[in-house]
């Protein structure tokens, strides 16, 4: 078996991309260069679901995820690199291309895959796991129970030990942060990195930049995925665009003015969504003196599927 | 200005492969990994030639390459992270497809693009260069003059660090290699690793994978970048498939194995025929007791490329 530092090559660097013109000194912590499949936080998260489905006795994972989804990509990439057989479970979503490269990338590694509606996840979850059973298997559904809920210990490991990593960096830098902005999505890596500052005695603001879900659901997500605790939950709404998938231009001129600067891909689904967002809230409440972290979270075959469509776009 | 370890991240993770049913332990750099523009070799090779024209003072920097070009791509990316204007010349190849996303992120850098037939590549470039004067501006041909020939020494500089690179590890690691492969193509790499080579009084043997050219032709290019000196070149035209751009099942083979097993992507018009060819050289002429490090020089969005083939191929 390939031992985990020898696919992840984890810790990530951390690279100085200059200061806003509000005054804030922005660094870039950069997941998206973590060693296996394109990198990104789903390396750090699916590597401990992949650990604690073996703790667990598991021998067949089940991922679920939207078309474009960067976890079942990676959770189908990692169980292939183990010969741990891998179902994925791919929600249909209205108005999104399924030609996604993440699908496809996902795809090839011969997992099995299952495509359901949004409104029947939890059924098709239970039947799928019924009829793993049936066939023998021990199935491990990364999220817990068919409800989605129940494994958040697990997932929190991930970015609890970044949030670590991070630390080790500033320790090593001198530089002391002040904000950790990121896209939150599902909620596991902010609550991962909120568990890791409880640990720590961190005192720095975790600022989720919410890249779909509103503030109840997406709360109660982190809250569930950081444990026990009672420190606020900063998940941040106001920079969604109307919803998961959609974007203006001043997410594309973000994407745009990364990648001529920094050479740095971003995608307009996660991270560009979240890098706008990010700037947009220290224009409006910054003071100048934040020494910032923006962690990206990679999903770079996004960033292919977004050139793809311009390409279309143009005709050409 | 934002200074070249904050945009390149060297020096490049290496990484255990494991072992080959011949015995030979094979280690990968990832220079796939560099942090600007997805990577690869022509972040080190790019960023050389913009040093050389800042100390040779010129103001426009001109590229040439094929359609897929990771030079290109790079070099026009690099320029505008410095606000330097850039412009691209991109031959016309048989058979080759010119929508490739290189092309399209070079194009989306703002970088001046201008099309030439592969035969009239000399007239193009010093019409291209005479245009820039007459206009007062200072241009580097990256090649140096319209022939292509004049500039070998700031290219060699970056594989020559990169070989120093590779010294470092091994004297960190305790791993002393026997040999090191890579794609060649044009001789900037190869020449470089050569030069450092030569200069650090190093043993294992640098053999360069052709992806197009014929001994040769491409010989004389290594030697041309490797500089003075008597070292055998080891330029091996045995696994070229048919020439550049052409592959078959065995290098798409590769491809899905590195993907599977490793979670790192390889393209079929460099990295993933190198890495075949370096496998059938080993079967062929190892012994079993090699310790190989493989350059993994880059050109991720040619990965892309090939999925997006793939995709057309199977008509969804």
């Known amino acids: 078996m390939i031992m985990r530092k020898e696919l992840l090559l984890e810790p990530t660097p951390v690279q100085y ?3 806003l013109p509000g005054g804030q000194d922005i660094f870039m912590k950069r997941d998206d260069l973590l060693g296996f499949s394109f990198g990104g936080n789903k390396c750090r998260i699916g590597m401990a679901f992949l650990e604690d489905m073996e703790q667990k006795g598991g021998d067949f994972m089940v991922s679920y995820g939207s078309p ?3 976890l079942n990509r990676t959770m189908a990439g990692l169980c292939k690199s183990r010969d741990i057989p891998c179902l994925i479970l791919v929600s249909e979503e ?14 090839r590694t011969g997992a099995q895959l299952a495509v359901c509606k949004k409104s029947h996840v939890a059924e098709t979850v239970a039947q799928v796991l019924e009829e793993l059973k049936k066939k023998g298997h021990r199935p491990y559904y990364l999220y817990g129970n068919q409800y989605g809920t129940g494994n958040e210990l697990a997932a929190r490991q991930a970015y609890r030990k970044a949030y670590h990593e991070i630390g080790r960096w500033e320790k090593d830098s ?9 896209a939150s999505g599902t909620g596991m890596t902010q609550g991962g990195l909120v568990a890791g500052k409880r640990e720590a005695g961190g005192e720095e603001e975790i600022i989720g930049i919410s890249v779909a879900r ?9 809250r569930r995925y950081a444990g026990e605790g009672n ?3 900063r998940f941040e709404t106001d920079y969604r665009c109307g919803g998961y998938g959609l974007y203006d231009s001043s997410i594309e001129d973000v994407i745009e003015e990364m990648m001529g600067r920094h050479g740095i891909a971003l995608d307009p689904v996660y991270t560009g969504k ?9 224009k409006q409440y910054g003071t100048g003196d934040e020494r910032v972290l923006f962690i990206h979270t990679g999903g770079l075959p996004l960033y292919f ?12």
Chains 1, 2 share one sequence.
Do not use: P
């Not at 509103?214 to 982190?222: C, F, I, P, T």
């Not at 979240?274 to 220290?282: E, I, P, T, V």
């Open 305 to 316: 599927d977004y050139l793809s469509g311009k390409q279309a776009e143009n005709g050409s």
């Open 214 to 222: 509103d503030k109840d659901r997406g709360m109660e997500a982190v």
């Open 68 to 70: 474009g989804s960067n």
């Open 94 to 107: 209205e108005g999104a291309s399924s030609k996604t490269f993440n699908r496809q990338i996902a795809e």
């Open 174 to 182: 001198g530089v002391k942060l002040t904000h950790i902005f990121h």
């Open 274 to 282: 979240a890098y706008a967002g990010m700037q947009k809230w220290l």
């Open 17 to 19: 991309l200059g200061r």
């Open 231 to 233: 420190e606020a939950i």
